[in-house]
């Protein structure tokens, strides 16, 4: 449920990040804010730098900005930058820019290269209590941590670099309570897709969504990681989750997180990042962890998804201002209202993306691959999120895994889950992905496709089906 939560005096965990970063007030909500870190890839970087050099000014703090190439790299084994033409050259201008400005890029198959939104919170770039941006909308990703990020456009991103500060407007405080334990096989993938289906793709619209309650403190930082990445989905710029005890664990001796004495300090201060008793927020709705089953989506947005046991709905049944875009998503989608999604063959399984390409997922997808083989027909890849987490797999094995299952092993990069690399699922073919948008053509001009939690995904890899990752065997 949701309601209004009457103003008092205590501050929100945005109130006290927002507060210590501001500049100068503007007026009327306004505020000129310091920008803490600063994430370039290979899309949003090159047409951001070149707006700063084509204006004759300089990077302001280039010791604050990090790149790496992610987005239009191929994850084909052997790659190199040439391997997609149109990305390599992206690549060039990536690496000729940052050189220019003195901006640390971590190269393609560097120690470091990856998704950004997985190897910044790896590489402690993103800490509690920073602001955070990149010109990717799931930036957001990085509140796991405690941090207050965002997505930016190509114009923010260049005024940034410039002045490592953006004019901004204060958000809405929105909280998300989910108390209770989660059940077996429910992931934060399977919460953020039931938190979308009850609160719609437009509940947080201009706000800042702050997770908090039993079930969210019990989950780890890499779960964290992924409720927050799909915050955007639900309409809000940003997402983030108070950092505890797990989150400092967590950080501790990681490349750019403070260290010896310095990192004591930190944490002293980081303590403070919570949320006061009293304080205000605009709107607040709380869950039932233990309601939340593995979920799946049906349509094409992450908000039109359902629990894996229950039928596909029927617009007919559904508000009338929902009817319309209920059916065209379902003939999108090939699918029949009132049916089960279970049983429903795939052609494709993806595992990757910055929802769900750290090691924790891909152990939970190698826990289900060592089960069985990849069905007739299906198309199977695990895509790492970084180099760091591929070397993690390899190191435990989990890549012979894979592939002794009949997965195909990739290397780091974002590939089918924006199919801006090339790499997608054919026209007309069904996905199980578990990447974080099934919008029309996300995945390919016409493809299908289903989100999903790791286990779900491989379960249905191996059955050649959608599957009740509880019942799998």
Request: with cysteine; charged share 20%; glycine share 10%.
């Amino acid at each position: 449920m949701t309601a209004a939560v009457m103003p008092s005096s205590g501050q929100s965990l945005v109130d006290k990040i927002w507060a210590q970063h501001v500049i100068r007030d503007l007026g009327d909500g306004w505020a000129l804010i310091h920008i803490d870190r600063h994430i370039l890839h290979d899309l949003s970087g090159p047409p951001a730098l070149g707006k700063v050099q084509a204006a004759g000014r300089r990077v302001s703090m280039p010791g604050l900005t990090f790149a790496t190439p992610d987005h239009a790299v191929s994850s084909r084994p052997g790659r190199t930058a040439a391997s997609f033409p149109p990305g390599g050259r992206l690549i060039e201008a990536l690496r000729d820019l940052t050189a220019h400005a003195g901006i640390r890029l971590f190269d393609l198959d560097e120690d470091g290269q990856g998704i950004v939104h997985v190897t910044a919170p790896e590489l402690a770039i993103s800490l509690p209590g920073l602001t955070v941006i990149c010109g990717d909308s799931h930036t957001c990703t990085h509140g796991g941590l405690g941090a207050l990020a965002f997505g930016v456009g190509t114009s923010e991103s260049a005024h940034a670099l410039a002045t490592q500060t953006l004019r901004m407007q204060k958000p809405r405080r929105m909280r998300v309570l989910v108390e209770g334990r989660l059940g077996a096989h429910v992931t934060a993938k399977d919460l953020a897709l039931h938190l979308m289906r009850r609160l719609g793709s437009a509940a947080g619209v201009g706000h800042t969504v702050e997770y908090a309650g039993s079930a969210v403190r019990a989950l780890g930082v890499e779960a964290r990681l992924t409720l927050c990445n799909l915050s955007v989905e639900m309409g809000a710029r940003s997402g983030l989750i108070a950092p505890d005890d797990t989150v400092f664990g967590w950080l501790a001796g990681r490349d750019y997180a403070p260290k010896g004495g310095d990192f004591d300090q930190a944490v002293a201060v980081w303590r403070d990042l919570a949320s006061d008793e009293d304080a205000v927020f605009d709107r607040e709705a709380v869950f039932d962890a233990a309601e939340v089953a593995p979920t799946i989506s049906w349509g094409t947005s992450p908000d039109q998804s359902i629990a894996i046991d229950e039928a596909v709905p029927d617009p007919d049944r559904a508000p009338a201002t929902s009817r319309e875009g209920m059916r065209a998503a379902l003939d999108y989608m090939g699918l029949e209202a009132g049916r089960p999604l279970i049983g429903t063959p795939v052609d494709w399984v993806f595992v990757g993306s910055c929802a769900n390409a750290r090691i924790e997922d891909l152990r939970a997808a190698a826990a289900i691959a060592r089960t069985g083989r990849v069905a007739p027909g299906v198309t199977a890849w695990v895509v790492p999120g970084s180099v760091r987490v591929k070397r993690a797999a390899e190191a435990e094995g989990l890549d012979r895994v894979f592939r002794e299952a009949g997965f195909a092993w990739r290397e780091p990069g974002c590939a089918m889950c924006v199919a801006a690399n090339g790499e997608q699922v054919p026209p007309g073919a069904r996905s199980v992905s578990t990447s974080n948008r099934n919008f029309v053509g996300r995945q390919g001009p016409r493809a299908r496709t289903h989100l999903a939690s790791p286990a779900t995904a491989a379960a249905a890899a191996l059955a050649g089906r959608i599957v009740d990752v509880r019942t799998h065997s």
